[in-house]
């Protein structure tokens, strides 16, 4: 596609349902990140991807939190019995390799958890 | 842990002015430093690249440098126009990951 799309771009859920937030990168990325930016905050790393594996998981704030991704394409990060302190705006980026190539970022997902 | 520190947090400035946005870095072993701007409400829009080689990158009014072994990284804006306004973050990537602080807030004034 011609970007990194993201959906849905709002959700609202209740306290302790599960939820799942959905990416589509660039064709052709073989790398895919996760962050999370809480309000007036940075963006907190979540995860990695390369291709299919997520070598490194180490941002995950909970085990609440996992992600998967599948063809090499679309990935889906599921928080699990939500809390409001996961209320932010969850963000995935895509580039062609890894760590010497840039970045392209999605619109984001705003989940309110009420 | 990469600390990414942003100086200033907030500038106003007139149109047509050319300012310049401070990055500084704890870790200076990166790979490359990405500047982004994010618009309220949206998500973050890629400038400019800078490889851990180069020392500077240009793109069209917008001029990036970087000094690795200082960890210092400044993003010039010539002619700044209204359009320009929103917050500008640099994010220097190490490992699997790029890192962030928050950013410099922008409000261009026509």
């Known amino acids: 596609g011609a970007g990194v799309s993201q959906s849905p771009s709002n959700k609202v859920t209740e306290k302790g349902k599960d939820v799942e937030l959905r990416c589509d990168p660039i064709?052709?990325?073989?790398?895919l990140y996760w962050y999370r930016q809480r309000l007036g905050q940075g963006l907190e790393f979540l995860i990695y991807?390369?291709?299919?594996?997520?070598?490194?998981k180490s941002g995950l704030p909970s085990d609440r939190f996992s992600a998967e991704r599948t063809g090499e394409s679309v990935s889906t990060l599921t928080i699990q019995r939500t809390q409001q302190e996961d209320s932010a705006v969850y963000l995935c980026?895509?580039?062609?390799?890894?760590?010497?190539?840039?970045?392209?970022f999605g619109q984001g997902t705003r989940l309110t958890v009420v | 842990k990469q600390e990414v520190t942003q100086i200033p947090a907030a500038l106003s400035v007139p149109e047509g002015e050319n300012l310049v946005l401070n990055c500084s870095f704890t870790?200076?072993?990166?790979?490359?430093l990405q500047w982004f701007r994010q618009d309220p409400g949206k998500g973050l829009t890629s400038l400019l690249l800078?490889?851990?080689?180069?020392r500077e990158q240009t793109s069209g009014r917008l001029n990036a440098s970087l000094d690795k072994s200082s960890g210092r990284s400044t993003l010039y804006i010539a002619a700044s126009q209204p359009g320009d306004s929103a917050t500008y973050l640099c994010?220097?990537?190490?490992?699997?990951?790029?890192?962030f602080g928050t950013g410099t807030s922008l409000t261009v004034i026509p």
């Open positions: 991807f390369q291709g299919n594996s997520a070598p490194d």
């Open positions: 994010a220097p990537s190490r490992g699997n990951q790029f890192y």
């Open positions: 800078i490889q851990s080689s180069q």
């Open positions: 980026a895509s580039s062609t390799r890894t760590q010497h190539t840039e970045a392209f």
């Open positions: 870790d200076s072993a990166i790979y490359n």
């Open positions: 064709s052709g990325h073989t790398a």
